[in-house]
Structure formats: structure tokens, C-alpha cells
T-cell receptor, first 110, second 117 residues
Framework: QKEVEQDPGPLSVPEGAIVSLNCTYSNSAFQYFMWYRQYSRKGPELLMY????GNKEDGRFTAQVDKSSKYISLFIRDSQPSDSATYLC??????????FGPGTRLSVLP | DTGVSQDPRHKITKRGQNVTFRCDPI?????LYWYRQTLGQGPEFLTYFQNEAQLEKSRLLSDRFSAERPKGSFSTLEIQRTEQGDSAMYLCASSFASGGIRTYEQYFGPGTRLTVT
């Protein structure tokens, strides 16, 4: 079992849809959880990060962490074609070794 | 733009050659990370520095790989005797490790795409 798993997609949604992206992980010691967006042939771009369980909202994006289930989610409201990218979840113990999921490729169709 | 920069952006080399990549982090950032990313996968941690000290290396990192960060500024990643399996995107990231939440604000460079023929 990989340390961090993510549905690879691709996920295609119409513009304006609510998108749900998910990751599961196996190591309960992870404390910090991040979401990155990566456009083709570019470096990942940090979207949000959260500590421990709970929700965090930033504009159209909401990150959710459920440590008891070892499950994290990213919700995108009112999705736009410019949101089309690969979304990576990442986790860390204390800001040293960051472990990434394989990414979910999202296409938002106009 | 004062983001993370990497050079070169693309490198094609023949198997058996040595290659070196450079990363310039955001100026006030004291941590610098190297990752490798292959198609369809997330970045895989290779090593990281705090200032000039290399604090952790992945167990998966071959002895052919070496990284330095002299004076705690830019960093270089060298791959000796390249193999076709080394073909990947090599990403650099930096952060400011303050002991607080900003430690987790990791900013990536555009990457160096290596092709070994």
C-alpha cells in the first residue's frame, strides 16, 4: 500500500460544478496537509495547507481533514476552465519530509 | 519576480554522462528541497537543506546523486553516470522554517526536465 493515495482521474466536470478531490493516507503521524495545483510542465503551486482535523476555506476552495479516517479532501466551488490542472495532496510530519500523492487530473469544460 | 528559479529548464544527456542542476531559492528562505517527478506521479522527496546543512536524504537516493548548498544560498544537484531511469523532472522548492506554520509554505521552481538517451 502506498503511503498516500489519490484517484488519478482524469476527472471532467462542466464549468460551474462543485469538484471534490480526495486523498487517503496510511501514516497516522502526519500532522500537516497541503494541496497543490500543477499545470502541465510547470512546478506545483501551493493552494492551501491545514493542520490536523477540520475545515479551512479560501475563496472558492475548501480543504477538509479527517484524521480519524485518514482522509483529506479539497472542494472547488464554481469551477472554472482555468482550474483545469493536476491537483496534488501532500503531507508532512514536521515540515521535513513531504510526501505527495500521485495527483488527480481535472478538466473543467466550458 | 523573486520566486524559485532553476537552471537549466531542459537537459538532454547521453547515458553515462554527469549532469548538474542549479536552484536559486526565494532569498529569505532557509530550507531548500529537491524532488524528482515522473509522468503521472507526484513529486518524490530526494533531500533537503536547512541553511547549508543537508539534514535528510531519501533512502531511495542512489550514491550517484549528490547535492550541495554552499553558504546556504543556491543549491546544486549532481547526477553522476546518468542512466535512462534518471529521466524525470527535477524540482526544487524552498520554505522559511520558523518552527511555525510558515514552515509548510513550500514554493516550487519550474523544474529541470532531464532526458537521458
Amino acid at each position: 500500500q502506498k503511503e498516500v493515495e489519490q484517484d488519478p482521474g482524469p476527472l471532467s466536470v462542466p464549468e460551474g460544478a462543485i469538484v471534490s478531490l480526495n486523498c487517503t493516507y496510511s501514516n497516522s503521524a502526519f500532522q500537516y496537509f497541503m494541496w497543490y495545483r500543477q499545470y502541465s510542465r510547470k512546478g506545483p503551486e501551493l493552494l492551501m495547507y491545514t493542520y490536523s482535523s477540520g475545515n479551512k476555506e479560501d475563496g472558492r476552495f475548501t480543504a477538509q481533514v479527517d484524521k480519524s479516517s485518514k482522509y483529506i479532501s479539497l472542494f472547488i466551488r464554481d469551477s472554472q476552465p482555468s482550474d483545469s490542472a493536476t491537483y496534488l495532496c501532500a503531507m508532512s510530519f514536521y515540515g521535513q519530509n513531504f510526501v505527495f500523492g500521485p495527483g488527480t487530473r481535472l478538466s473543467v469544460l466550458p | 519576480d523573486t520566486g524559485v528559479s532553476q537552471d537549466p529548464r531542459h537537459k538532454i544527456t547521453k547515458r553515462g554522462q554527469n549532469v548538474t542542476f542549479r536552484c536559486d531559492p526565494i532569498s529569505e528562505h532557509n530550507r531548500l528541497y529537491w524532488y524528482r517527478q515522473t509522468l503521472g506521479q507526484g513529486p518524490e522527496f530526494l533531500t533537503y537543506f536547512q541553511n547549508e546543512a543537508q539534514l535528510e536524504k531519501s533512502r531511495l537516493l542512489s550514491d550517484r546523486f549528490s547535492a550541495e548548498r554552499p553558504k546556504g544560498s543556491f543549491s546544486t544537484l549532481e547526477i553522476q553516470r546518468t542512466e535512462q531511469g534518471d529521466s524525470a523532472m527535477y524540482l526544487c522548492a524552498s520554505s522559511f522554517a520558523s518552527g511555525g506554520i510558515r514552515t509548510y509554505e513550500q514554493y516550487f521552481g519550474p523544474g529541470t526536465r532531464l532526458t537521458v538517451t
